[in-house]
């Protein structure tokens, strides 16, 4: 049984970890558990258009497009992961079909298209399956979409679908699974529902280095299984943090995972450095603020030079004033994009 020819459309947003994932094996499968706040604005918008059915042969016949231009170079990302998926989205060779693709934020800005873009489409993907399988349960799906997404680029499964999302198999962590992003099943104190993130774009170039080149690098890292036994020491710690709605814990926990992300590669084989000195002068001068006014204010940093600010919305009034008088001076052409996590 095959979809109707026709379009199926999704979005899904970015996302950033408070526990990093840093390290993989096998098919996707991460080193340690991460965990990361969905973000409300920064979206991926996808529409897969079967255009033609057709005999199935060995290839996948699509093409992508960006924005409504034809994009050739994304096709080998996009077709190393429909390998991938192939065994669970049998449907796809029997089509000829479109990929329409936008982001919600500005393209090339250093922020991480890959995430929300893999769970977009994978969210296409089910949408497909269940319009033949109207049966299939809303667990069922989350999960499978979850799972396919993993597939695609690891950190999009935990953007498709809740707000505060764990990967990995955890003990602590009830229901947990390597194979598939899980809603954060424990209590989470008001303090931690709505969040600020502000990400201060201090270099809009191309990655130095490549997630999964990264990821790779932790492979024979000298620190490679201390790191991983501390993610997973985090996330317990963290769970206690997100009940109690200590802040000054919680920006402790998550300024030093970001620090220990960047530790391992500044420490790997060949090495880099993916902070720039304006990513310093940024988190200097949000420790003096913390210092001197008690403002609740913390950083995390993905693979890269820019700095995501969170705080909560108490703080809102003082942390956009001092964005607009102290930091934007760091940021490229002066870029900040305010978004935010609400649950
Ligand atoms: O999903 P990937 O393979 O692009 O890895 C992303 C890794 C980090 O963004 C650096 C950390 C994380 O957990 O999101």
Known sequence: LLPDLGS?????????????YWGKYGEQLPKNTSISYTLDNCKTKTEVVLKKRIEADDQFHFEV???GDLKPAFKSKIETFLKRIETYTPFLKSFEF????????????????????????????????????PELTDEFLAQKTSFLARLGSGSACRSTG???????KHEDIEGSSSFFGIDYPHEVHPNFRAFQDSILLIDEGQKQVSSSIGHDLMHG??????????????????KSILSSGNFDEFFALVESEALSLHAMMMTSSPYFILMKPNTLEVINKIWELRRSEEVQIGFTLDAGANVHLL?????SA?????ITEDLIQFCQGDKVIHDQIQF
Request: proline share 5%; aromatic share 10%; charged share 20%.
């Open 311 to 315: 705080y909560p919305n108490t703080s």
């Open 8 to 20: 199926y459309t999704a979005e899904a947003p970015s996302n950033i970890a408070l526990v990093k």
């Open 98 to 133: 479109e990929i329409h693709t936008k982001n919600t934020f500005p393209h090339s800005s250093g922020i991480a298209s890959s995430a929300s873009g893999m769970a977009a489409l994978s969210k296409c993907f089910m949408a497909m399956e269940n319009s033949v399988k």
């Open 221 to 238: 890292h000298p620190f490679a299984e201390q790191r991983f036994q501390q993610a997973d020491d985090n996330i317990s710690k963290l």
């Open 65 to 67: 497009y960006l924005d």
């Open 318 to 322: 003082r942390v956009r004033k001092f």
């Open 162 to 168: 809740a707000k505060l999302v764990v990967w990995g």
